[in-house]
């Protein structure tokens, strides 16, 4: 199956400034077929980004995807105090589906 | 708006059986596959299998083959997450997801069931 690892595990940022998230992908994503949820304590998680680029319905356009193959970064150009959470890619390109272990965006 | 939506929380003992629910609305539940998603406490998110309410074809991910069962019932719109014996290492939260496509990607989320199991 295909392993995905995200970086950095922890990013402290302040409201305001650039989160650049990382996903790194032990083969190449088939399709760039590459999803990114955000999590917050105690919720379901919530669909961002599809298809490495593509933005869910109602999401802010400060978040954005990019990459393709092996590499893909999930960016927040302007983080709102409501931004902060756990973070997940998901590949869906080769069966079986995974998921990355998570980055935590917390407030610095 | 779509909507899923999970039974309660549960709280059973090694051995027991369990059976966890997902009720879709406003969506043509029987055409969407409908996945289910694992998070133990602290831990991040493991996919379980998807199912096409349609016609109850149903993808497991190797690590879930033969440990859960998943069904649906597509005259109620409800799908299904099935334990013959627990164990306490299934304690976790448990989530189902509409799948978009062809079963890509969860688009929708049901606000999650919580399964502890202990003696």
């Known amino acids: 199956e295909i392993v995905l690892t995200q970086s950095p595990g922890t990013l402290s940022l302040s409201p305001g400034e650039r989160a650049t998230l990382s996903c790194r992908a032990s083969?190449?994503?088939?399709?760039?077929?590459l999803a990114w949820y955000q999590q917050k304590p105690g919720q379901a998680p919530r669909l961002l980004i599809y298809a490495a680029t593509s933005r869910a319905t109602g999401i802010p356009d400060r978040f954005s995807g990019s990459g393709s193959g092996t590499d893909f970064t999930l960016t927040i150009s302007r983080l709102e105090p409501e931004d902060f959470a756990m973070f997940y890619c998901?590949?869906?390109?080769?069966?079986?589906?995974?998921f990355g272990q998570g980055t935590k965006v917390e407030i610095k | 708006e779509e909507q899923l939506v999970q039974s309660g929380a549960e709280v059973k003992k090694p051995g027991e059986s369990l059976k966890i629910s997902c009720k879709g609305s406003?969506?043509?539940?029987?055409?969407?596959?409908i996945g289910w998603v694992r998070q133990m406490p602290g831990k991040g998110l493991e996919w379980m299998g998807i199912?096409?309410?349609?016609?109850?074809?149903?993808t497991y991910s190797p690590s879930f083959q033969g440990q859960v069962t998943i069904s649906a019932d597509k005259s109620t719109s409800t799908a299904y997450l099935q334990w013959n014996s627990l164990k306490a290492t299934d304690t976790a939260m448990y989530y189902c997801?509409?799948?978009?496509?062809?079963?890509?990607?969860?688009?929708?989320w049901g606000q999650g069931s919580l399964v502890p199991v202990s003696s």
């Open positions: 998901q590949q869906y390109g080769t069966s079986p589906w995974t």
């Open positions: 199912i096409w309410p349609g016609d109850s074809d149903i």
């Open positions: 083969q190449s994503v088939s399709s760039n077929h």
């Open positions: 997801a509409r799948m978009a496509g062809s079963g890509s990607y969860g688009d929708y």
């Open positions: 406003e969506f043509s539940f029987s055409n969407y596959w």
